[in-house]
């Protein structure tokens, strides 16, 4: 199977969208270690419907502007993680669960480290918003974009962790 991507500059640095066959398969980092999300065979189609509208929604999250996204979504990964990731999907903009309250959340509470995993694997950055996910303590925790760009996502929407 192909995948087309496309890339665009953020303010969290260069992401590289790629789209598979039902809708938006990923959201990738400029530096992902390659093993994280493994999409294979893609080809550069800039002007494909699909990642020229996950551009336009995400230019309008970094301006303020959207609280959500509307896009399909082409998701490959375990029935666990698949379930994970749909779970982030319901953590509204401007708020944030640790991995323990996911855990619990989806009837597993002894699972955090399970769901830590499944969410450090999500290949929709940004869109499933993993970066609403932190630590127990309240801390910034590991993210595939770093903590610093972490700390950027949460800092546009107004979330402010000491």
């Known amino acids: ?7 665009m500059n953020s303010p969290v640095g260069r ?7 039902k809708g938006l398969a ?3 980092w400029e530096n992902d270690p390659p093993r994280r999300v493994r999409i294979q065979s893609t080809r550069l189609d800039p002007k494909l419907d699909i990642l020229l509208e ?3 929604q995400l230019k309008e999250y970094f301006s303020g502007s959207r609280k959500s996204f509307s ?8 029935e666990f993680q698949i ?33 830590g995993a499944a969410v450090g694997r999500n290949p929709v950055s940004i869109i499933i918003p993993c970066h609403r996910v932190i ?4 801390r910034l925790t590991g993210f595939a974009g770093g903590l610093e760009a972490k700390a950027t996502l949460l800092d546009l929407e107004g979330i402010s962790l000491s």
């Open 15 to 21: 992401l590289k969208l790629i789209a598979g066959p």
């Open 83 to 115: 379930k994970v990731w749909k779970r982030l999907l319901t953590i509204p903009y401007g708020e944030t669960r640790s991995y323990g309250e996911l855990a619990r959340e989806l009837g597993k509470p002894n699972a955090s480290r399970a769901v």
């Open 71 to 78: 896009l399909p979504l082409d998701l490959k990964g375990t």
């Open 26 to 28: 990923a959201v990738l």
């Open 135 to 138: 630590g127990s303590s309240g």
């Open 1 to 7: 199977m192909t995948y087309a991507y496309k890339t």
């Open 54 to 56: 996950a551009e336009r």
